[in-house]
């Protein structure tokens, strides 16, 4: 997500045409557009998309677990 901010930054600097972005290639400016792609493909191919996915789904369903357990006044009780 940070190099498409980045690019996004460059390409408007670029294309406003100010400060020495204005003066580099654009080959140079569409770069972080590139890396984004390939860190987007890197992290669903190698699982880290779909484990932080699983991560969330777990802490939220521990988070329920948890406020349901403080409502029935059950609190953090030892597990049998």
Known sequence: MY???LGIIL???KWLAYG???HWSWWIVL???ALAAAWW???DGSGLTKRREM???ARRKQDRIDKSRAA???GQGRKR
């Open 3 to 5: 190099f498409l901010g």
């Open 11 to 13: 390409l408007l600097l």
């Open 20 to 22: 020495p972005v204005a």
């Open 31 to 33: 770069a972080p557009f």
């Open 41 to 43: 493909a890197w992290a």
């Open 55 to 57: 991560d969330r789904m």
């Open 72 to 74: 029935l006044g059950q």
